[in-house]
Structure formats: structure tokens, C-alpha cells
């Protein structure tokens, strides 16, 4: 019983989307001003893809790290 509950949360938690702004107060500020708000939308989801590269690469490095332990255990 408590295995189920556990794996329902998790997967309500993973499909659980709430919408975010990755703009600064400074940036919203000046780019609410415009009227078209197409700026705004650009600049919103340029923050979001500089924000994901980070973690795209230590993701990458990790699998790196994983898969040459593994390989030295799978040698021995």
C-alpha cells in the first residue's frame, strides 16, 4: 500500500506543471511597458534557455561519469 502511494505521487508530481516567468523584476518592469508583449515573450524564453544549458551539461559529465565507472566494474 504504501509502495502505491508512493509511486502516485511521484507521478503526479512529475506531471504537475505550474507556469513561471524567468524574468527579473528590472526586466519586467521595462518590457511590460511595450504593447505587443512579443519582446517580453522572447526575452522570457531566452532566460529559460540559458538557464536549462547548465544543467544539460552537468547532466552530460554525469552520465560520463557513470558510464566509465561502469565499465572499469564490468573489466574487473
Do not use: H, W
Request: glycine share 10%.
Amino acid at each position: 500500500m504504501m509502495k502505491k502511494a508512493i509511486i502516485l505521487t511521484l507521478i503526479i508530481t512529475l506531471f504537475y506543471v505550474i507556469p513561471a516567468e524567468a524574468q527579473c523584476a528590472m526586466c519586467r518592469a521595462v518590457l511590460e511597458t511595450e504593447e505587443g508583449q512579443g519582446q517580453a515573450k522572447g526575452i522570457n524564453n531566452g532566460i529559460v534557455y540559458l538557464m536549462a544549458v547548465p544543467y544539460v551539461l552537468v547532466g552530460g559529465i554525469g552520465l560520463f561519469i557513470f558510464r566509465s565507472f561502469r565499465t572499469k566494474k564490468d573489466k574487473n
